[in-house]
């Protein structure tokens, strides 16, 4: 018989041999849409010689890596200031004064509701700004105002009692938040962190729009140069591996840092002496 938890049951052997079936079917069904999307590529010939052969150009190869250097060259200005907006802004929220407090929150949620797209439009059209200073913009707004939350939900996540016994303490509020608060809630907020600088990394792909030459702006300019049918899905066949591994080393990194902060002398317990024998009392 099954042992039950306090959370769930554990799925006997109907239940699991019903499971392993479902696990069987979804992965035949993937299979097959796999290979059928296989063969559409080999029957309109997307890996002949033909379609393959102009990546090898060294002007190709050129104009891909230059996109590619502007695209990470975006993100990592993006992701610097979005942080920092982000920091800045949870602050403001976090503010036990309410004039400041309410200011954050009309930044915050006006920012989370605008479309990217239109902020970066915004910028580059009404304050004509240069490509890259809109899309940073753009991007710094929107990313750095979901971080706000983040930053907040991570701060009031941790327990109450750590911040009375700091204040018990003595600590003012800004040693509470840097010492106690903060540290604690780095850890819950480090994965919508790295999620929301996913988004970032790929929303860098709307500054073609602006003609902002990034990674997608070289493919898109390569596929309208290529004189065969179909040219963009070689492009894209390209492109959206070297945009997945992106985030998938993005992700990695996170992981790693989790890791690291777990090993960290920081969050590991203090060794305590052992107890010995006192003085007695006459």
């Known amino acids: 018989m099954s042992e039950a938890t306090a959370l769930y049951d554990i799925p006997g052997p109907v239940t699991r041999r019903r499971h392993t079936a479902y696990a069987v079917l979804a992965t ?4 097959a849409l796999l290979a059928w999307i296989l063969y559409l590529l080999f029957d309109t010939g997307q890996f002949t010689y033909t379609k393959w052969m102009p990546f090898a150009y060294e002007g190709i190869q050129e ?20 942080l920092a907006l982000g920091g800045l802004l949870a602050t403001g929220r976090l503010s036990e004064h309410r004039p400041v407090r309410l200011l954050a929150t009309f930044v915050v949620e006006f920012f989370r509701a605008m479309p990217v797209l239109v902020m970066i439009f915004f910028v580059f059209v009404a304050l004509k700004v240069q490509p890259l200073p809109a899309l940073v913009a753009g991007l710094t707004l929107y990313n750095g105002s979901v971080l706000a939350e983040v930053f907040r939900s991570g701060v009031n996540s941790v327990e109450r009692g750590q911040r009375e016994a700091a204040f018990a303490l003595g ?4 040693q509470v938040m840097s010492y106690v608060l903060v540290p604690q809630a780095v850890r819950a907020m480090l994965p919508a962190i790295i999620s929301q600088l996913v988004v970032a990394l790929k929303d860098t792909s709307l500054g073609y729009l602006i003609t902002y030459e990034e990674f997608l702006h070289a493919g898109k300019l390569i596929a309208s140069n290529l004189d065969y049918d179909l040219p963009f899905i070689p492009v894209v066949m390209v492109i959206s591996p070297i945009y997945i591994g992106m985030c998938m080393l993005l992700s990695w990194f996170a992981g790693w840092v989790a890791r690291r902060e777990q090993h960290s002398p ?5 060794e305590v ?3 010995e024998p006192g003085t007695l009392l006459p």
Do not use: D, E, I, Q
């Open 266 to 270: 920081r969050t590991g317990a203090a």
């Open 273 to 275: 002496a052992p107890a």
């Open 28 to 31: 035949a069904v993937l299979l």
């Open 63 to 82: 104009l891909l890596l230059r996109g590619l250097g502007n695209t990470l060259k975006a993100f990592a200005m993006a992701a610097v200031l979005s």
């Open 171 to 174: 600590m003012r509020k800004t």
